[in-house]
């Protein structure tokens, strides 16, 4: 199989445009490729999912086990060609400054990836091949298997700068790309827009020329036989439908919010529901005027509620339907952007509050900086919707709001940052619903899955029974 992990020096090298151009150039060509992300991401996974026409998935060793990622990226391929996954940050950054340990790296060791390393080249010639042979003295041991220039301003730039590395390094060029404004991505406060906003009737045209414009530059600059030939093993397993533990059972319906202002899935997430006998039912709370019939809960991810904060607060009959849902028993799971939804209300940058849910007992208000970032192990303080009491999971936290007033909410998590080492109790725990701050990655303890589902199903019963 067709695979490699595309690395940079640092964040903001062009890691993202060139993975695109790799996935169009090999759809184009005919091969199934399934794409991946290095680390928590929800971004660059829809820009992925969007050219490659398959969900992209993430790999991350901080959050998950060598068994987990293995098994992430054994399912997600099996009926697939290729494999491109994009790293994440500078190829060897990670959780500390000692070791690989959560970085691209890593997971390209673990997994038997071949590393494409990209190098940024606006305002450098000759002094990029010190940079590469940086590279590849740094870890003898994961050798990089080809270097792809990016913001090269020409031919002429080109030649000196493959002057320069071949001279000197032995890791071979692969291909570059000039500057194009064409493929450039536009930035916000949490990274990348996403792929999935603006979308219109005719999105499918638009992908279609996206993928003719990052397909032909990679034909023109790249040196794609070469691609071609990186390759990885991965177990061909059969790809199981269903698990063991659904099997007849009644099948579950869980509200799951997708749309411009809730976005932020890792579809491993969805996938354990689903295995546990969970159908996923989308709604839009900025669009629909009613919640799909006979939930079982409500799942409210990630995004940019604040951008929407407006369609979202004047959307009363959803709000009373998200109410009316809480008061009669029904469960709610909320992260990040889900809790902005669900609190009193939202101050956005521009001064203006809008009310919101009022199920979790706080008022929010954005920030114009980060707030409590980065990598996070939970342990349930409580018995919650996702288990008992001193069950672990590890997530992450990123995000510019924060609660600036409050009342008394119970929480039900102990959060501890990787980096910091700072705690605090977080988890609003407001009869059936659950809000945090945090993603949680559910196949870094799949029993949370497993706990959420039997909630559910029990409930049922119980409701079944006093009817």
Same mark, same amino acid.
């Given at each position: 199989?067709?695979?490699?992990?595309?690395? =940079?020096?640092?964040?903001?090298?062009?890691?993202?445009?060139?993975?695109?151009?790799?996935?169009?150039?090999?759809?184009?060509?005919?091969?199934?490729?399934?794409?991946?992300?290095? *680390?928590?991401?929800?971004?660059?996974?829809?820009?992925?999912?969007?050219?490659?026409?398959?969900?992209?998935?993430?790999?991350?060793?901080?959050? #998950?086990? +060598?068994?987990?990622?293995?098994?992430?990226?054994?399912?997600?391929?099996?009926?697939?060609?290729?494999?491109?996954? @994009?790293?994440?940050?500078?190829?060897?950054?990670?959780?500390? =400054?000692?070791?690989?340990?959560?970085?691209?790296?890593?997971?390209?060791?673990?997994?038997?990836?071949?590393? /494409?390393?990209?190098?940024?080249?606006?305002?450098?010639?000759?002094?990029?091949?010190?940079?590469?042979?940086?590279?590849?003295?740094?870890?003898?041991?994961?050798?990089?298997?080809?270097?792809?220039?990016?913001?090269?301003?020409?031919?002429?730039?080109?030649?000196?700068?493959?002057?320069?590395?071949?001279?000197?390094?032995?890791?071979?060029?692969?291909?570059?790309?000039?500057?194009?404004?064409?493929?450039?991505?536009?930035?916000?406060?949490?990274?990348?827009?996403?792929?999935? +906003? =603006?979308?219109?009737?005719?999105?499918?045209?638009?992908?279609? +020329?996206?993928?003719?414009?990052?397909?032909?530059?990679? !034909?023109?600059?790249?040196?794609?036989?070469?691609?071609?030939?990186?390759?990885?093993?991965?177990?061909?397993?059969?790809? /199981?439908?269903?698990?063991?533990?659904?099997?007849?059972?009644?099948?579950?319906?869980?509200?799951?919010?997708?749309?411009?202002?809730?976005?932020?899935?890792?579809?491993?997430?969805?996938?354990?529901?689903?295995?546990?006998?969970?159908?996923?039912?989308?709604?839009?709370?900025?669009?629909?005027? @009613?919640?799909?019939?006979?939930?079982?809960?409500?799942?409210?991810?990630?995004?940019?509620?604040?951008?929407?904060?407006?369609?979202?607060?004047?959307?009363?009959?959803? #709000?009373?339907?998200?109410?009316?849902?809480?008061?009669? %028993?029904?469960?709610?799971?909320?992260?990040? =952007?889900?809790?902005?939804?669900?609190?009193?209300?939202?101050?956005?940058?521009?001064?203006?509050?809008?009310?919101?849910? %009022?199920?979790?007992?706080?008022?929010? !208000?954005?920030?114009?900086?980060?707030?409590?970032?980065?990598?996070?192990?939970?342990?349930?303080?409580?018995?919650?919707?996702? *288990?008992?009491?001193?069950?672990?999971?590890?997530?992450?936290?990123?995000?510019?709001?924060?609660?600036?007033?409050?009342?008394?909410?119970?929480?039900?998590?102990?959060? !501890?940052?990787? #980096?910091?080492?700072?705690?605090?109790? +977080?988890?609003?725990?407001? %009869?059936? /619903?659950?809000?945090?701050?945090?993603?949680?990655?559910?196949?870094?303890?799949?029993?949370?899955?497993?706990?959420?589902?039997?909630?559910?199903? @029990?409930?049922?019963?119980?409701?079944?029974?006093?009817?």
């Amino acid at each position: 199989m067709i695979g490699l992990l595309v690395g =940079g020096t640092a964040s903001g090298v062009g890691k993202t445009t060139v993975t695109l151009a790799i996935l169009a150039c090999l759809r184009r060509r005919g091969f199934v490729v399934q794409p991946f992300k290095g *680390g928590p991401d929800f971004l660059d996974t829809t820009h992925h999912s969007r050219i490659a026409g398959r969900t992209a998935r993430n790999l991350d060793t901080w959050m #998950l086990s +060598e068994q987990a990622n293995r098994e992430v990226l054994e399912s997600a391929s099996f009926d697939a060609d290729a494999v491109v996954v @994009e790293g994440m940050m500078g190829l060897f950054d990670g959780k500390d =400054g000692v070791t690989e340990t959560g970085s691209s790296a890593e997971i390209a060791r673990l997994l038997g990836l071949p590393v /494409v390393l990209v190098v940024d080249c606006a305002k450098s010639a000759r002094s990029v091949a010190a940079v590469v042979l940086g590279f590849e003295s740094f870890d003898a041991g994961l050798p990089l298997c080809g270097i792809i220039l990016n913001r090269v301003a020409g031919p002429s730039h080109y030649r000196l700068l493959e002057a320069a590395l071949e001279s000197r390094c032995r890791t071979p060029i692969l291909g570059w790309l000039p500057r194009e404004p064409r493929i450039a991505i536009a930035e916000r406060h949490l990274g990348l827009h996403a792929a999935t +906003e =603006g979308n219109s009737p005719d999105d499918e045209v638009r992908v279609n +020329e996206e993928i003719d414009t990052l397909a032909n530059l990679a !034909e023109k600059y790249f040196k794609v036989d070469a691609i071609l030939a990186l390759d990885i093993a991965v177990p061909r397993a059969n790809k /199981v439908a269903e698990s063991t533990l659904a099997r007849g059972s009644q099948r579950l319906r869980i509200g799951v919010a997708r749309d411009r202002a809730f976005s932020f899935y890792y579809q491993d997430n969805l996938d354990l529901l689903r295995d546990q006998g969970a159908e996923i039912v989308p709604f839009s709370p900025s669009a629909d005027r @009613e919640l799909p019939a006979a939930l079982d809960a409500l799942y409210f991810g990630g995004g940019y509620p604040e951008l929407y904060a407006r369609e979202l607060s004047e959307n009363t009959p959803m #709000l009373d339907q998200v109410r009316a849902f809480v008061r009669s %028993g029904g469960h709610v799971y909320a992260e990040c =952007g889900g809790l902005l939804y669900l609190s009193q209300q939202l101050s956005t940058s521009d001064g203006r509050v809008y009310p919101l849910a %009022g199920i979790v007992p706080l008022a929010m !208000e954005m920030t114009s900086k980060l707030v409590d970032f980065g990598y996070v192990t939970i342990t349930f303080t409580k018995d919650c919707l996702l *288990g008992p009491r001193g069950t672990s999971v590890r997530g992450h936290s990123f995000h510019y709001s924060r609660i600036c007033s409050s009342s008394d909410a119970a929480t039900s998590y102990q959060v !501890e940052f990787s #980096l910091s080492g700072k705690q605090q109790q +977080e988890g609003f725990t407001c %009869g059936p /619903v659950l809000a945090s701050y945090v993603h949680l990655h559910f196949r870094a303890n799949p029993a949370v899955a497993q706990h959420f589902a039997a909630t559910l199903r @029990e409930a049922r019963r119980v409701a079944a029974v006093t009817a």
